[in-house]
């Protein structure tokens, strides 16, 4: 599948299994809502302490299994992340990009930036920065 079309699909949507590596190889999947911009990098909202975020720290490789509108229709992007540093206050450069996050993911505001932002410091959030390589699948 062409990489383009991949995203294309991926840009409609916000719901998927991001699949990361532990340090055996086996597999880790996550559900996750995720934003997909237009120029490809699809950002994800984790916290620290997961396994998703270790396991992306040690290997940045992962993939974005996005569902379709049935059991057989399917997209995987294959790619690599980056991960922005932990909030650490509620208006450090991450915080905005959460903020920003919020919105490109729910479409609308929050009823309580402040208590958003705070929330996102005390829960250790941070963005994956998701950029796919390859598309498979059948959307």
């Known amino acids: 599948m062409d990489l383009d079309h991949g995203i294309a699909f991926a840009r409609d949507r916000h ?26 990098l699809a950002r994800i909202s984790v916290t620290e302490d997961r396994a998703k975020t270790k396991n992306l720290r040690r290997d940045p490789s992962a993939s974005l299994y996005v569902p379709g509108d049935s059991f057989w229709s399917y997209l995987v992007l294959d790619g690599t992340a980056s991960l922005s540093a932990v909030t650490a206050a509620p208006d450090d450069e991450t915080a905005d990009e959460l903020v920003d996050l919020y919105r490109s993911v729910r479409g609308e505001d929050h009823p309580d930036w402040e208590e958003y932002r705070r929330v996102m410091v005390e829960e250790r959030r941070l963005v994956a920065r998701f950029r796919p390589t390859h598309a498979y699948g059948m959307p």
Do not use: C, F, H, K
């Open 15 to 40: 719901q998927a299994a991001l699949v990361t590596r532990r340090r055996d190889g086996r597999p880790q999947l996550s559900n996750i809502v995720y934003a997909m911009e237009p120029d490809g």
